[in-house]
């Protein structure tokens, strides 16, 4: 079910970036703790936790993709259990999972537990289009709405503004829709987006 774009590559960006650099974002958050040997403490063990945690979500992952019942409660559990950046991105995945097989109300659970564990603002900002997209489909659409405006970040807005106005077009709001496209179109948004956005605006402004 195609209930939000690809952003699949986003995801796998993300994936990347903690993969590469989760350790020293953890570690940098705390410069400044004081006493050298309760901060070496600390980072040995904050280190050897979020390793900890990447190699199980590596496994979870793993086995979350079998499609087995197991597969999805061990991801579950791990998504409940973790509080760190693996917690959200599994949290990501069950989502997905669940678009896949149009069980739009369990990828909603999903995606609110997995903001409430996002780290990053990058992150927050991708969960929240997701969720919004997904509550949008559901006819949610004052949650939809507030999902949106929980969006900060600017390369963000283009594609932010799209789903905004398709909220308020279900709402019947035909100038509040054509100005979130128009401010989409305004946005630093793909090329293939813009194009979307066109034909939206196009459609409201003729109707």
């Given at each position: 079910m195609e209930v939000y774009t690809n952003e699949n590559d986003q995801v796998d960006a993300i994936k990347r970036f903690f993969a590469n650099n989760g350790v020293a974002l953890v570690v940098g958050l705390v410069i400044g703790v004081g006493g050298v040997f309760g901060w070496n403490y600390w980072q040995s063990h904050k280190t050897n936790v979020l390793q900890e945690s990447a190699q199980k979500y590596e496994a979870v992952s793993t086995q979350l993709h079998s499609?087995?019942?197991?597969?999805?409660?061990?991801?579950?559990?791990?998504?409940?259990?973790?509080?760190?950046?693996?917690?959200?991105?599994?949290?990501?995945?069950?989502?997905?999972?669940?678009?896949?097989?149009?069980?739009?109300?369990?990828?909603?659970?999903?995606?609110?537990?997995?903001?409430?564990?996002?780290?990053?603002?990058?992150?927050?900002?991708?969960?929240?289009?997701?969720?919004?997209?997904?509550?949008?489909?559901?006819?949610?659409?004052?949650?939809?709405?507030?999902?949106?405006?929980?969006?900060?970040?600017?390369?963000?807005?283009?594609?932010?503004?799209?789903?905004?106005?398709?909220?308020?077009?279900?709402?019947?709001?035909?100038?509040?829709a054509k100005a979130a496209y128009t401010q989409g179109l305004e946005s630093d948004g793909s090329q293939s987006l813009r194009g979307i956005l066109t034909l939206k605006l196009n459609n409201v402004s003729n109707s």
């Amino acid at each position: 079910m195609e209930v939000y774009t690809n952003e699949n590559d986003q995801v796998d960006a993300i994936k990347r970036f903690f993969a590469n650099n989760g350790v020293a974002l953890v570690v940098g958050l705390v410069i400044g703790v004081g006493g050298v040997f309760g901060w070496n403490y600390w980072q040995s063990h904050k280190t050897n936790v979020l390793q900890e945690s990447a190699q199980k979500y590596e496994a979870v992952s793993t086995q979350l993709h079998s499609g087995t019942v197991q597969g999805i409660e061990a991801a579950q559990k791990f998504a409940a259990e973790t509080d760190d950046v693996y917690s959200a991105m599994m949290g990501l995945e069950l989502a997905q999972i669940s678009v896949d097989k149009g069980d739009l109300a369990n990828a909603q659970k999903a995606l609110t537990y997995a903001l409430a564990k996002a780290k990053t603002v990058d992150m927050q900002d991708l969960i929240s289009f997701r969720l919004a997209r997904v509550q949008l489909a559901l006819g949610n659409l004052d949650q939809a709405m507030t999902s949106i405006e929980n969006i900060k970040g600017k390369s963000w807005q283009a594609a932010a503004q799209d789903v905004r106005g398709d909220v308020l077009l279900q709402k019947g709001d035909k100038a509040g829709a054509k100005a979130a496209y128009t401010q989409g179109l305004e946005s630093d948004g793909s090329q293939s987006l813009r194009g979307i956005l066109t034909l939206k605006l196009n459609n409201v402004s003729n109707s």
